[in-house]
């Protein structure tokens, strides 16, 4: 029930938000709530709000205001940040967050929301799809209908927050991210894969990574990506790198965030999936099967001591896994 109000990510606030990091996952369009998302309630642009359109408007962004106010105080605040906007857009009617999409060219999948509250702001977004981004309000001091819904979001956030995320683990090549992506999608949640994540997060795909970087480097980048998916998702499905939670302090991240399922999955079967894929660096090697084979014994005793369930997934269709785990 409460689930339509989830955003997809939190932050404590609009200016820690790495848009690097969504441009990379191919958004395009910026939609602003204003009000306590960019400035303290009825404040004019700031600097900080100045330069954060112009950081955006460089990365490529096109981004609109959407703002229940009237147009005078919306006028206000874009003169110097010379946005798209949309004044009255009556939040969290659909209406004004289709304009906006009109404004900035974008569709659904381009397009992501940032705003301070969940009952317009962030209803609003999910009902269309949106990638959601709700930030803690600015300045405590607010009107007194906006004080009322505060308590009332708090219970929703609560519930939200006490929302265990699904994380996936298991040698490449048992399902973990086609399986993650369809279970979440079905219960409409987000989908994170943790090396989609990183290579978002550097604009660098993971074997150049390990190329030019090493791997020491690259898993120490999966801690700190797990530290930070710990604190801006709930209620997330989360697949993760094959080699990740072989580290004792991820495999600890991991148990603290939420179930962990054990995807497993046999050699011939994992060399059959991978058959004709280059990407995988641990597999550049003369035997492939001898490799996978002695992986997989490696890692089996680590894999069932990180989770808390472990599925086989051999004959079984990504479509069966997910009817399982839903
Ligand atoms: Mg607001």
Redesign the pocket.
């Known amino acids: 029930m409460l689930q339509r109000f989830y955003p997809d990510y939190i932050y404590n606030s609009t200016y820690e938000i790495d848009f690097h990091y969504y441009y990379n996952t191919g958004i395009r369009g910026i939609i602003f709530?204003?009000?306590?998302?960019l400035v303290p309630?009825g404040a004019d642009a700031d600097e900080r709000a100045i330069v954060l359109f112009e950081k955006l408007r460089q990365i490529g962004f096109s981004t609109c205001l959407l703002s229940n106010n009237k147009e005078p105080r919306v006028l206000r605040f874009n003169q110097l940040i010379q946005s798209e906007y949309i004044y009255k857009a009556g939040k969290p009617g659909q209406k004004g967050y289709q304009r906006a999409m009109e404004c900035m060219g974008t569709s659904i999948e381009q397009t992501m929301f940032v705003?301070?509250?969940l009952f317009?702001?962030v209803w609003g977004a999910k009902k269309l799809g949106i990638t959601c981004v709700l930030v803690r309000?600015i300045h405590p001091k607010e009107e007194i209908q906006i004080v009322l819904k505060r308590y009332l979001e708090r219970i929703v956030l609560r519930s939200y927050c006490k929302k265990k995320d699904t994380i996936l683990i298991g040698f490449m090549g048992t399902g973990k991210s086609t399986i993650g992506k369809l279970l979440a999608q079905q219960q409409h949640r987000l989908f994170i894969d943790t090396d989609a994540y990183i290579e978002a997060k550097e604009g660098c795909s993971i074997s150049d990574i390990f190329e030019q970087k090493g791997e020491d480097y690259f898993r120490s980048l999966e801690t700190k990506v797990l530290g930070e998916l710990n604190r801006v998702t709930h209620n997330a499905v989360i697949a993760t790198g094959g080699g990740l939670p072989l580290r004792r302090e991820n495999a600890e991240l991991l148990s603290g965030m939420g179930e962990v399922i054990y995807l497993q999955t046999s050699a011939d079967t994992i060399l059959e999936r991978l058959k004709g894929d280059t990407t995988r660096p641990l597999l550049n090697t003369e035997n492939p099967r001898e490799r996978i084979e002695q992986l997989l014994l490696e890692r089996d005793e680590k894999y069932m001591a990180a989770s808390q369930k472990k599925l086989v997934t051999d004959g079984f269709s990504a479509e069966e896994i997910v009817a399982i785990l839903d």
């Open positions: 709530d204003i009000d306590n998302t309630h705003g301070d509250q317009t702001d309000p």
